[in-house]
Nanobody, 118 residues
Framework: QVQLVESGGGLVHTGGSLRLSCVAS????????MGWYRQAPGKQREFVAI???????NYANSVYGRFTCSRDNAKNTVYLQMNSLKPEDTAVYYC????????????WGQGTQVTVSS
């Protein structure tokens, strides 16, 4: 059974840092584009960051220069290093796995809560 399990969320003050991790199981991890999305209360889920199978990254404008996405294919893990956190970063953060060699639907994790206090 495919699983994406996020961890690393929590409560932090403005300007603080957190590192999210997402461990994938039962997928050919290196063949998936991995991404992070977030959903704040009352808002739609939005794109945060993405990393290609070759390690190329792309970020939402709102997090560019503060967040860094990386992956370790040997550990089936994708990371999101979040620095200079702001209250508007408060959301549930979801890990996403998008296949590049098949046509099945994306996989999603269960989410991890990040709360930034002002």
């Amino acid at each position: 059974q495919v699983q994406l399990v996020e961890s690393g969320g929590g409560l932090v003050h403005t300007g603080g840092s957190l590192r999210l991790s997402c461990v994938a199981s039962e997928i050919a991890f290196s063949t998936y584009v991995m991404g992070w999305y977030r959903q704040a209360p009352g808002k739609q889920r939005e794109f945060v960051a993405i990393i290609s199978t070759g390690g190329i990254t792309n970020y939402a404008n709102s997090v560019y220069g503060r967040f860094t996405c990386s992956r370790d294919n040997a550990k089936n893990t994708v990371y999101l290093q979040m620095n200079s956190l702001k209250p508007e970063d408060t959301a549930v953060y979801y890990c996403n796995a998008h296949p590049t060699r098949t046509t099945h639907a994306d996989y999603w994790g269960q989410g991890t809560q990040v709360t930034v206090s002002s």
